[in-house]
């Protein structure tokens, strides 16, 4: 079962940037998908990005594509999550996840995900 920290969440003006990295334990990673979630107060688990380890593929929620980009580097058993033209609505706490079996569109659904990280908060402030 795979470890997640996730780092790099804080504060930012609307319009702003940051970078969220996820370090994960274990020497599996490169087996798994990788994903972000995100959830808000009082609002459900959201699903924001995923990476495919096996293929160049991504997944990414409406609200987000166009803005964020999520990469993996398996060589450091990372992935990152690029944040650009964040707007107030991107507010919440951020969670990393690993699934060991989702693919497609199955891997918006944050059931799949068998590992999670403690979550990092991102506030954007208008």
């Known amino acids: 079962q795979a470890q997640l920290v996730e780092s790099g969440g804080g504060l930012v003006q609307a319009g702003g940037s940051l970078r969220l990295s996820c370090a994960a334990s274990?020497?599996?990673?490169?087996?798994?998908?990788m994903g972000w979630f995100r959830q808000a107060p009082g609002k459900e688990r959201q699903f924001v990005a995923a990476?495919?380890?096996?293929?160049?593929?991504?997944y990414y929620a409406n609200s987000v594509k166009g803005r964020f980009t999520i990469s993996r580097d398996n060589t450091k058993n990372t992935v990152y999550l690029q944040m650009n033209s964040l707007n107030p609505e991107d507010t919440a706490v951020y969670y990393c996840a690993a699934s060991p079996d989702c693919s497609g569109y199955g891997c918006y659904d944050f059931s799949l995900y068998t590992a999670w990280g403690q979550g990092t908060q991102v506030t954007v402030s208008s």
């Open positions: 274990g020497r599996t990673f490169s087996r798994y998908v």
């Open positions: 990476a495919i380890s096996w293929s160049s593929g991504t």
